[in-house]
């Protein structure tokens, strides 16, 4: 693809994401949870015709995806890529000269996913946890010290990085203004604290609450303060 092609790509998608209620469709499925058109149409506030031709927009543009399942449709973000990208327009949507105060409901703000990783103050500060201990490099690889730590919290990181997708990455986080993990790794730690019952996730929402015995484990392996 040439530049102009290129260019042309970019302003389709910008334009796509650009409507209202393309918008909400969008931000609504940043909880990884796959919805019907009917659902994502009373999230938009229009008509489930309307609502199908923006889908249709949003797919032909690759920022959905569908699954069929019987008689229903169930759409969801597209990728990672694509969560990236809303998480990135959040940040620049809510930029100020004044000093940051977040505005993101408290619970959704401590802790909760971004698309399959773990963000909010948790994220943040187990990066940065990650990051002083020397587990990271500074282009997000594991170092020995890193390998050595992930798979003794249960993480396989052979077959972590033969997944399709980025290994790791730094994922701006779009209430804390700072990096969470993201990409197979911050999604292995996510599910491994899921697994272990570090954290719990309603159904339908975006918030981790964390247990009892997570609060221990993140203490004792991550030297969190509870």
């Not at 100020?96 to 963000?119: G, M, Q």
């Not at 972590?160 to 911050?186: K, Y």
């Not at 964390?210 to 221990?216: A, E, Q």
Request: glycine share 8%.
């Amino acid at each position: 693809m040439d530049a102009e092609q290129t260019d042309g790509a970019a302003a389709g998608i910008a334009a796509a994401i650009g409507e209202p209620a393309r918008a909400r469709m969008l931000y609504c499925l940043m909880d990884n949870h796959a919805r019907t058109s009917t659902e994502l149409a009373v999230v938009a506030e229009v008509s489930p015709s309307t609502a199908s031709v923006h889908l249709n927009r949003l797919k032909a543009e690759g920022l959905v995806k569908v699954l069929v399942q019987g008689k229903h449709r169930y759409y969801s973000l597209q990728g990672p890529a694509v969560a990236r990208v809303l998480e990135g327009l959040s940040v620049l949507a809510g930029g100020s000269r004044h000093k940051f105060v977040p505005h993101t409901p408290s619970r959704l703000r401590a802790a909760r996913t971004c698309y399959d990783h773990i963000a909010g103050t948790l994220g943040v500060l187990l990066h940065d946890r990650m990051e002083a201990s020397g587990w990271l490099s500074h282009s997000y690889d594991l170092t020995p010290p890193g390998i050595q730590a992930f798979e003794k919290l249960g993480v396989d990181i052979a077959v972590t990085r033969r997944l399709h997708r980025r290994f790791a990455f730094g994922c701006l986080d779009w209430s804390e203004r700072r990096s969470h993990l993201g990409g197979a790794l911050g999604a292995a730690l996510l599910q491994l604290a899921l697994r272990m019952r570090w954290v719990t996730q309603e159904l339908d929402s975006r918030a981790l609450s964390v247990t009892s015995l997570g609060h221990r484990e993140l203490r004792a392996r991550f030297g969190l303060i509870s």
